[in-house]
């Protein structure tokens, strides 16, 4: 029976090792999901507002473009857009930008990233309009992650309770045909062995098995 517990035991932490990776792909895959749904949206947006943003900026009316923000981003619930102007020391005022995301962000480079204010994490995303030369501003894209952070939650739920069941699973199934397979016919040889180790040779052993076990009886000249 020890046998079948060594097999349980490896199988079942093979079974927990590709469970956990499969949870940690399924929390990756998610979250770049996510970002690539607001890198989308994005872009989907500036283009509705391209040219009005380019008029307003032609017409130096920087006010007008949070105006403009407002009226087109009523449908969209989730996502807030705001115009982020860069000032004479090329930093972004809410400060939420690295150095080399500024660069980036400069070069007219679509850049996402994730932050934390406060509870709360966002994932933020900043696109420059093609027309526009970026160092007069950048749209701004910010929404919450927290429906993302419960999608990741359920995921990792699903994980540990499908290791558990698997888990279990496999110890009831491998238990049993281990049982049957090895623990049984492997407990008879054992105990035939001491039997004949005691001097009783009158039982003969009967495994009914083809396997190495069988074969091991077969041909032991101690088990007749």
């Known amino acids: 029976m020890k046998l079948a517990t060594k097999v349980v035991v490896v199988f079942l932490l093979a079974v927990m090792v590709l469970t956990v990776i499969q949870g940690v792909v399924a929390v990756h895959h998610e979250r770049e999901l996510f970002r690539l749904e607001q890198e989308e949206q994005a872009r989907s947006f500036t283009s509705d507002i391209e040219d009005l943003v380019l008029d307003a900026l032609h ?15 009523s449908n969209r619930l989730a996502t807030q857009v705001r115009w982020v ?38 994932l933020n995303t900043y696109y420059a309009i093609d027309s526009a030369p970026p160092d007069q501003g950048v749209l701004h894209f910010s929404r919450p992650l927290a429906p993302l952070e419960q999608r990741n939650r359920d995921t990792i739920f699903r994980t540990f309770y499908l290791l558990g069941a698997m888990g279990l699973l496999s110890v009831l199934v491998i238990g049993l045909a281990g049982m049957r397979i090895i623990g049984r ?24 098995s083809r396997d190495e076990l069988g074969q091991l009886a077969t041909d032991d000249p101690a088990c007749p």
């Open 59 to 73: 017409e130096q009316q920087h006010e007008k473009i949070a105006e403009i923000l407002k009226q087109k981003q």
């Open 85 to 122: 102007r860069f000032d004479a020391t090329a930093s972004v005022r809410d400060g939420t930008v690295g150095e080399i995301q500024l660069q980036n962000i400069r070069r007219g480079e679509l850049v996402s990233f994730e932050t934390r204010q406060g509870s709360e994490s966002m």
């Open 185 to 208: 016919p492997l407990q008879q040889l054992i105990d035939k062995t001491q039997r004949i180790g005691a001097g009783d040779l009158t039982m003969p052993l009967d495994l009914h």
